[in-house]
Nanobody, 124 residues
Framework: VQLQASGGGLVQTGGSLRLSCAAS????????MAWFRQAPGKEREFVAN????????YYTNSVKGRFTISRDNAKDTVYLRMNSLRPDDTAVYYC??????????????????WGQGTQVTVSS
């Protein structure tokens, strides 16, 4: 499956962005989808994921209550709505797909398919 992420940009502290990740070439509704991020000089970290049906989601603690992951299986697209953005949210954001149908998969190694990344920069 091929993944194409978009929606990044420059926003001020407290602002919002919505990232999108469009999938093609696979059976989208069979994958658990996730967002990861990587800040300069840091390892890639898990942000959130959503199971195949959209009925189960999981978030890393630092984004709980601010970010919302969702998916539209009719459009083969997963979204990440980011509110109350902070400078420490600055990173390249990647979408990823795992053949697991569970949100228990939360490490990069468990995701076989990756998008190209989209830059999110939050200014203070």
């Amino acid at each position: 499956v091929q993944l194409q992420a978009s929606g990044g940009g420059l926003v001020q502290t407290g602002g919002s962005l919505r990232l999108s990740c469009a999938a093609s070439g696979g059976t989208f509704n069979s994958y658990t989808m996730a967002w990861f991020r990587q800040a300069p000089g840091k390892e890639r970290e898990f942000v959130a994921n959503i199971n195949w049906s959209g009925g189960s989601t999981y978030y890393t603690n630092s984004v709980k209550g601010r970010f919302t992951i969702s998916r539209d299986n009719a459009k083969d697209t997963v979204y990440l709505r980011m509110n109350s953005l902070r400078p420490d949210d600055t990173a390249v954001y990647y979408c990823a797909a795992s053949a697991s149908r569970s949100t228990e998969v939360r490490t990069a190694e468990e995701y076989a398919y990756w998008g190209q990344g989209t830059q999110v920069t939050v200014s203070s």
